[in-house]
T-cell receptor
Framework: GAVVSQHPSWVICKSGTSVKIECRSL??????MFWYRQFPKQSLMLMAT?????????EQGVEKDKFLINHASLTLSTLTVTSAHPEDSSFYIC????????????FGAGTRLSVL | EDKVVQSPLSLVVHEGDTVTLNCSYE??????LLWYKQEKKAPTFLFML????IEKKSGRLSSILDKKELFSILNITATQTGDSAVYLC???????????FGTGTRLQVFP
């Protein structure tokens, strides 16, 4: 397997503030990481693909200026939820692909964001 | 429109029962199908299937893919309470790293 660490696991913030979530691959390098959003009892919805050294690729309907993604190194990608509002409250999960030849994505433990 | 559909949405069984979870898909440029188990937080990888008719097995879990009929099944025999989880099916596209996930099947195993 492979270890992906996500931090923080839970964050509560006031409306209007920005929140940064970190995703790290601990025992492998990942040129590509993925950010998902999951609503209660629903499946994972891909938000964006994070590419090391270049801009992220966002899925249709995901606001780039709202969800800022930075993939500064081969082991770290960050997702910043800017000016968070209650409707941004959700479970955010990242994943990383250890072997580009086999797209088995390994997931972080997720971050539960609650915006008051 | 590409989609992955899982059934049933939820399943309640007793320990020792055998269950079959279904995943059907309609996608362009199919490359592989993956099964994950999600207990409370991070989905954990179970199987990756790329070829039709070849069963993958891990302990009490097994899975098979039918690329002609566009579906996969995940079997769990002699279920245990620790098997309680949401089982997610995902399809990978050729020429991209993206996965599309189904809505999942919530399995509850009671003693």
């Amino acid at each position: 397997g492979a270890v992906v660490s996500q931090h923080p696991s839970w964050v509560i913030c006031k409306s209007g503030t920005s929140v940064k979530i970190e995703c790290r691959s601990l025992d492998f390098q990942a040129t590509t990481m993925f950010w998902y959003r999951q609503f209660p009892k629903q499946s994972l919805m891909l938000m964006a693909t994070s590419n090391e050294g270049s801009k992220a690729t966002y899925e249709q309907g995901v606001e780039k200026d709202k969800f800022l993604i930075n993939h500064a190194s081969l082991t770290l990608s960050t997702l910043t939820v800017t000016s968070a509002h209650p409707e941004d409250s959700s479970f955010y999960i990242c994943s990383a692909n250890k072997d580009p030849r086999k797209n088995i994505q390994y997931f972080g433990a997720g971050t539960r964001l609650s915006v008051l | 429109e590409d989609k992955v559909v899982q059934s049933p949405l939820s399943l309640v069984v007793h320990e020792g029962d055998t269950v079959t979870l279904n995943c059907s898909y309609e996608v362009t440029n199919f490359r592989s199908l993956l099964w994950y188990k999600q207990e409370k937080k991070a989905p954990t990888f179970l199987f990756m299937l790329t070829s039709s008719g070849i069963e993958k097995k891990s302990g009490r879990l097994s899975s098979i893919l039918d690329k002609k009929e566009l579906f996969s099944i995940l079997n769990i025999t002699a279920t245990q309470t620790g098997d309680s989880a949401v089982y997610l099916c995902a399809v990978e596209f050729r020429n991209t790293d993206k996965l599309i996930f189904g809505t999942g099947t919530r399995l509850q195993v009671f003693p």
